[in-house]
């Protein structure tokens, strides 16, 4: 079946501009988390979804970013004035249940450059 | 907090030998730890996963026990292939947590 889906694949923005982030998690799935991943490095939580409730946003790095799932499929991650540190892949995962041992399923990134 | 150690990269061997990349960690509670791979071009994929002590998890010949009294999870593999090529990352998630830590990752290059 189809795995995760996220649009764009690629965003450029020039510094100040606000983005939005989409990510189509596998059909069924209940949660749904957010990790941001820079060049050479893993990739770190950002925000996780249990449903349409964010059930842990505590990798958020500041009030800049935000996101939602209104209807707990879908979401949509968030970046006001974006700043040249924010160039990152911006994956995103989905898994069945939220349990820590459920497999989590990701996509193939959002590439976002910040000029 | 919780962290992941992985033996820095890049690795490079030949075709058919043995792989070992280390990873350590550090957790206050009882996690479950992961394998994931990044194929050139492709997205994370999990390798493989165990959920407690002394377990083993195990996919397309690679391995990695679970080892609570040296917070281990090395993977291993016995004859590598020029396929296996790509950057593995090891991950952990606490007990009663969903996110998943990750360490940097490790870059494999296997030359025929």
């Known amino acids: 079946g189809a795995g995760v889906s996220q649009t764009p694949s690629n965003k450029v923005t020039e510094k100040g501009k606000y983005v939005e982030l989409r990510c189509d998690p596998i059909?069924?799935?209940?949660?749904l988390y957010w990790y941001r991943q820079s060049l050479g490095q893993g990739p770190e939580f950002l925000i996780y979804?249990?449903?349409?409730?964010?059930?842990?946003d505590s990798g958020l790095p500041n009030d800049r970013f935000f996101a939602v799932r209104p209807e707990g499929s879908v979401s949509t991650l968030k970046i006001q004035r974006t700043e040249r540190g924010d160039s990152a892949v911006y994956l995103c995962a989905s898994s069945l249940g939220g349990a820590g041992s459920d497999t989590q399923y990701f996509g193939p990134g959002t590439r976002l450059t910040v000029l | 907090g919780d962290s992941v150690t992985q033996m820095e990269g890049p690795v490079t061997l030949s075709e058919e030998a043995f792989l070992t990349i280390n990873c350590t960690y550090t957790a206050t509670g009882y996690p479950s730890l992961f394998w994931y791979v990044q194929y050139p071009g492709e997205g994370l994929q999990l390798l493989l996963k165990a959920t407690k002590a002394d377990d083993k998890g195990s996919n397309k010949g690679f391995e990695a026990t679970y080892r609570k009294e040296t917070t281990s999870f090395h993977l291993e593999k016995g004859s590598v292939q020029v396929s296996d090529s790509a950057v593995y990352f090891c991950?952990?998630?606490?007990?009663?947590?969903?996110?998943?830590?990750f360490g940097q990752g490790t870059r494999l290059t296997i030359n025929p």
């Open positions: 979804f249990q449903g349409t409730g964010a059930a842990d």
């Open positions: 991950a952990l998630s606490e007990w009663g947590a969903q996110k998943l830590v």
């Open positions: 059909s069924g799935h209940t949660a």
